[in-house]
């Protein structure tokens, strides 16, 4: 299940400024993507998480999204980065909020415009065209895609948290 919409995008561009850093797949990831023929250097872009300071937006567009326990993620996409059709695990974050995984939502908001070679894929949906504050609200199971083949990185927020009510 998944739910587009969009938020006013209160922010300006200083999270292009964050120290980005590449988290590491899990080898099974890997070894998948790879026995199917994927041959890029990277399945994943880069974040800046939750263990920095966030913008206090990040907090209101939680609340606009009616989430709670929220994690947050500034995702950097460089060109060629290719993440095939996957399904969150969210153990970390189950396991940092004592939640169980059937109760988790995450959120991407677009924190720009589309650009050419930007691509976001849900449930077989293809996201594009997008306005800068559009967002895909989708629930834990949901399995879903991106890549950039563009020119220039791909910038969103990842909001993990879970549903009040």
Not at 148 to 155: A, P, Q, V
Request: with cysteine; net charge negative.
């Amino acid at each position: 299940m998944w739910i587009k919409g969009s938020v006013n995008p209160v922010w300006d561009n200083s999270f292009k400024e964050f120290v980005y850093v590449r988290q590491p797949l899990t080898q099974d990831e890997e070894t998948e993507w790879r026995t199917a023929g994927y041959t890029n250097t990277y399945f994943t872009g880069m974040m800046y998480d939750s263990t920095n300071p966030m913008p206090g937006w990040c907090h209101e567009i939680a609340k606009t999204l009616e989430l709670t326990n929220c994690g947050f993620v500034f995702y950097k996409m460089p060109t060629g980065v290719v993440m095939p059709t996957h399904i969150d695990h969210f153990s970390r974050y189950c396991k940092v909020f004592n939640v169980e995984r059937d109760s988790v939502w995450r959120a991407i908001i677009f924190l720009e415009d589309w650009k050419p070679g930007h691509y976001f894929e849900i449930d077989s949906k293809a996201i594009i065209d997008y306005s800068k504050g559009d967002y895909v609200l989708w629930s834990n199971d949901s399995p879903h895609a991106a890549s950039n083949i563009g020119l220039e990185d791909r910038y969103t927020l990842q909001i993990t948290g879970t549903k009040n009510g």
